[in-house]
């Protein structure tokens, strides 16, 4: 596969699961669970075609299969939602969806014993009854009731199968593959869920984590100008009040201190640009982090997708970061009323890697960039040989973009 097609594949599967992140998992655990049901639906009206039901009986089989596949589909998505900490356990769901299981499965019995289908239609009918059943249920509950009850209403089903004239081979099959496929099925389930909490407990976590190298840097700069200014100063009130004395008594000796006052501010001047000049070494995903919390708190919605961010060289974090600082400096000065923010760092099919940053709010704010910010910006990212367009949109948006050709990322 060629690299344009690839990423014609990865821009399709962004605009089908939204940015890359804990979201777009919960989209596509979403995706799977609604597939579960609309395969549900498809055999259902598969197995009113092909067997030896009559058409009354296929279309009750059908109607009633419509109604389990829409209790299954509202009670996934309900439980998952409960299993992630986003809402209540839904208890009347799976009541429902319990007696909707079981008066599939008495229908299907009630039409082998009356003689209207056979062995071979009972045993696939039951098979992806209790398939499809066994997941939802160990989503909402508990795993210990979950696990029981799973379990309870294929053994109850397969007796009345039983008691209804099921028997041989065929009750063998359809015993065997529930066995089989029940614990498959609802582990499947209850692992997708535990899947998705665990991604967005890691992106929490490492939220908190830039949070807190934020905040560590800021104590850092803090202990290193305290550090730098702290005894100096004092050595200079010392000095200044030595040389105050001195010069009331009329003594030489004030000049020497005054100068002595005058070399300790110059050395103060070059330990404090040194300080500055490591603070000022902007970190690209710590300027992300920074960026989003910052943000927020603005009540702005951040949404930040960092993909190739973390394979880049130094040099090139440090110029996107100086971009994302800025960006955000702007957002909060000249974007008013703003209530999202979006800022994207991808690798594009012409070698290069692009970060774009926009955000509303700007219909009526000034154009930002009469000042040195984005000038600055240019200046850095010419360094890097990279390029900066900032421009506004019809619809009140505003968008920066930097572009660093790839190849000098990857030097």
């Known amino acids: 596969m060629t690299w344009s097609a690839t990423m014609s594949v ?3 599967v962004e605009r089908l699961g939204g940015p890359d992140g804990p979201e777009r998992y919960r989209r596509y655990t979403l995706f799977t669970i609604t597939f579960f049901a609309v395969a549900e639906a498809a055999l259902w009206v598969f197995w009113g075609k092909t067997s030896d039901a009559g058409t009354p009986e296929s279309a009750l089989v059908v109607a009633l299969g419509a109604a389990h596949v ?3 589909a509202l ?4 439980a998952l939602r409960h299993y992630l900490g986003a809402g209540p356990r839904p208890v009347r769901l799976v009541a429902l969806y319990i007696v909707a299981t079981v008066a599939m499965a008495a229908l299907g019995c009630a039409l082998l014993a009356t003689g209207r289908i056979g062995d071979p239609d009972l045993a696939s009918y039951l098979i992806w009854l209790h398939m499809f059943y066994a997941g939802p249920p160990m989503l909402a509950l508990p795993r210990g009731p979950g696990a029981v009850l799973v379990g309870a209403v294929p053994v109850a089903a397969l007796g009345a199968a039983a008691a209804s004239g099921l028997s041989g081979e065929r009750l063998a099959i359809t015993v065997g593959t529930t066995l089989l496929m029940v614990p498959f099925m609802a582990m499947a389930i209850r692992v997708s869920g535990w899947s998705v909490r665990l991604i967005e407990e890691l992106a929490r976590a490492r939220e908190t984590q830039a949070r807190l190298a934020v905040a560590e840097e800021r ?4 202990r290193d100008l305290h550090d730098v200014l702290g005894r100096n100063l004092a050595v200079v009130a010392l000095k200044s009040e030595l040389a105050v004395q001195l010069a009331r008594r009329g003594r030489e000796e004030a000049v020497g201190q005054m100068e ?8 103060s001047q070059r330990e404090i640009r040194a300080v500055i000049r490591g603070y000022r070494t902007a970190d690209l995903y710590t300027e992300l982090a920074g960026a989003r919390s910052v943000l927020e708190a603005a009540g702005i919605d951040c949404r930040i997708e960092n993909g190739p961010a973390a394979r880049l060289p130094a040099q090139t974090q440090a110029a996107l970061g100086w971009v994302v600082r800025e960006g955000t400096t702007n957002v909060l000065r000249h974007a008013q009323g703003a209530s999202r923010c979006e800022v994207t760092v991808r690798a594009t099919v012409s070698d290069a890697v692009l970060l774009v940053m926009e955000n509303d709010g700007a219909g009526t ?25 900032a421009e506004p949109g019809p619809d009140g948006t505003f968008r920066l973009t930097a572009r660093i050709p790839w190849k000098a990322a990857d030097e």
């Open 10 to 12: 990865e821009t399709w």
């Open 70 to 72: 829409g209790v299954q």
């Open 260 to 267: 002595e006052v005058q070399r300790i501010a110059q050395e």
């Open 219 to 222: 104590l850092r700069f803090g």
């Open 365 to 389: 704010a000034p154009v930002p960039g009469t000042g040195s910010g984005l000038p600055g910006l240019r200046e850095r990212l010419a360094e890097v040989d990279g390029t900066l367009d």
């Open 75 to 78: 009670l996934s998505r309900a």
